[in-house]
């Protein structure tokens, strides 16, 4: 064989790993609606960036006959290259091979990927699609998911881990996904659950169609698994690249810094208007935001998951931050158990990547009633505390208006060591609202007047003794426990001189093999 022969067995080798599971079951893939593996990683990394790994490799199984049946690749394609010039690393599961369902060599493949960012210190994303374990290999498969499971484990707080769901992810396999930091589901041809239809229906008998047991909309607005819900692939690929542009490439890193042309100084002055009188009216925090960040733009999490909470991405002054608000227009900004889990867990993020934390407080309090007790809002509500409570990165508060009770505590307030906080002078900071506070004092009273209208006189008087004196700013701010009562329309400006004054920010926490977070 000739030096030439050799290079062009290479190349005829490299165009058969390419085809993976052949032109006809590519072809079937488009039908659904789907792209391929490869066309995935094209569309998400930088143009001519992609550097393939183990394009040779490929089973070892010889169950079933098997051993004739070799695809090179194996089903899954891994690498490296970069998003806007950074390194990340993937891994792309292939459905046209096996249904790309995990082998043992599969498994390496990825662990080989994740080894290698984790050693490099970049992000990984996954893109999954895949039938699960490979039947024909048993238990070797199962091991190769465990070998995955732990490295994701590892892996946490210390790189980025992402996955898309661009197809089934069934069985055991979902736990890689919903152990990373952020997963993504499309509207359609997306699935995840331990267990499909058919085992529902023989198990439990509960008659379930794939779209409503595990489908993308299930999961982002009511289990909450998925982060991102997205319209088709090519949406959730741009999304990716742009979550990633807020993110450091690791743990050790400051997120990227990028060039604002918005001015810091910007006034807001609809935002001076924007509480309205009635402190019983909602309004909604998402205009408050997209006034106060660079240029409008902010990336939501968990957009359809528990929306009294609302939790994202933005930017001051070029400065990447996360941003917690209560949100008065869904169930009047109120903590649940969904909204403290949600908003703990993105907390824990940006923590871990030393993103900045914002906290926009408009909050009545915790969600009373047996429904939320038994559902454990002591322990959820908890984990948001502890979030808060343990976080070192720089957080600055901004109470807008409702700030009660314990949801006061768990709010990032100076005790949990808020950096900055700061007060509109619509906030109201308290035990808890006037009315309660007056059925709570003068209950005795209260049930002694049979008298309707001497009843609301008697509440109306004490209910405004009790507005005077703590629906405001002022009492906390007589403590030190408000930096300051701010210009609503001047809120932009001070976040941003907040983030210049902390952004050298060091705080450690005691030295523990790890904390106990209520879980
Ligand atoms: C081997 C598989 C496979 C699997 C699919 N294929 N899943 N091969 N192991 N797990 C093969 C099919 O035999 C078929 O091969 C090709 O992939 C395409 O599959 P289809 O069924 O034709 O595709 P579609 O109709 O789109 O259905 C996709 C599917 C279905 C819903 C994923 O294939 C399916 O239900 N597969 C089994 C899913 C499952 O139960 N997996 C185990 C989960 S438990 P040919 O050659 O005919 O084209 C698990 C444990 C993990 O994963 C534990 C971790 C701890």
Redesign the pocket.
Known sequence: MSNQDKINKLIDLRAEAKLGGGEK?IEAQHK?GKFTSRERIEMLLDEGSFEEFDMFVTHRCTNFGMEKKKFLGDGVVTGRGTIDGRTVFVFSQD?TV??G??SETFAQKICKVMDMAMKAGAPVIGINDS??????EGVT??AG??EIFERNILASGVIPQISAIFG?C????V?SPALTDFVMMTEENSYMFVT?PKVVKTVTGEDISIDDLGGGKVHAQKSGVAHFLVEDEDEGILLIRKLLEYLPQNNLEEPPITECHDPIDRLEDALNEIIPDNPNQPYDVKDVIHAIVDVGEFLEVHRNYAKNIVTGFAKFDGQPVGIVANQPNYLAGVLDVDASRKAARFVRFLDAFNIPIITLVDVPGFLPGSGQEYAGIIIHGAKLMFAYGEATVPKITVTLRKSYGGAHDVMSCKQLRGDLNYAWPSAEIAVMGASGAVEVLHGRKLAEITDPEERAAYVQKHEDEYKANFANPYQAASYGYIDDVIEPRNTRFRIVRGLQALGTKKLTNPPKKHSNIPL
Do not use: D, E, H
């Not at 039938?131 to 024909?136: D, E, N, S, T, V």
């Not at 069934?170 to 396999?173: D, E, K, T, Y």
């Open positions: 079951r659904k459905f096996f249904g369902s995990l039938g699960g374990a490979r039947i024909q498969s199962l998911y465990a089934p069934a069985g055991g396999a736990y499909g």
